[in-house]
């Protein structure tokens, strides 16, 4: 028993978080989803995304991270679809990231705010053909009444544009949460894991340590 509790303490001394992580969360973020990539982990740009309704009902469902930096965290979908009119009706979000293999997970809060159209645009064009025709030809989250006909309209605007441009549809848009707050979670021995929390402040972002 010693012996083990010397190893945990020798552990937890060499593997913890700093104890002077950077002031700027997004700055940390970017370290471990690079990390993250690098070591391979698959789509370590999948998060969870929560919404609730005006009336306090939640939802959660897996989207795709396409941009993090100073501003917050930025996804697209329909904007018809059932998290697009709970974001207009609940401007509100949280989000948490797990990469299993690296024993990583982090948790954010905030206020939702609509990317501009130029952004909506930019990124649409770099979307797959096939992606951009389902996008245009489906109302995301809306009763299927036949999966044939969806095919078919599918391929239908397909033989009508040919090789032309595929306009973004209006609804289609991007939504970025704004942080509120950010926690950083790494596995630990024992279940004594580290976990880091920033609140932000007037001015800037609160650190705090936060037991496991």
Do not use: C
């Not at 979908?77 to 709970?86: F, L, P, V, W």
């Not at 009444?145 to 991007?174: E, Y």
């Amino acid at each position: 028993m010693h012996d083990r509790s010397s190893s945990l303490a020798a552990k937890a001394a060499a593997d913890t978080m700093p104890t002077t992580p950077p002031t700027e969360p997004l700055l940390r973020f970017r370290r471990w989803f690079h990390a993250a990539r690098r070591a391979g982990i698959e789509l370590p740009e999948a998060m969870a995304l929560a919404t609730a309704d005006h009336a306090g009902r939640p939802a959660v469902r897996f989207v795709l991270l396409k941009e993090a930096d100073a501003r917050g965290f930025v996804f697209f979908t329909d904007g018809r679809s059932r998290k697009g009119r709970e974001l207009r009706e609940n401007p509100r979000a949280a989000a948490v990231f797990y990469w299993h293999e690296s024993g990583k997970q982090v948790r954010v809060e905030g206020r939702i705010e609509e990317v501009t159209a130029a952004e909506a645009d930019a990124y649409w064009e770099t979307r797959p053909r096939g992606s951009r025709l389902a996008a245009s030809v489906s109302t995301q989250s809306a009763t299927l009444h036949s999966r044939a006909r969806l095919i078919a309209a599918w391929r239908g605007l397909d033989r009508q544009l040919g090789k032309g441009a595929i306009p973004r549809p209006s609804a289609w848009t991007g939504y970025r949460i704004v942080p509120s707050a950010i926690e950083f979670w790494r596995r630990g021995e024992a279940r004594l894991h580290d976990r880091v929390l920033y609140v932000r402040r007037r001015g800037g972002w609160k650190r705090t340590l936060v037991q496991p």
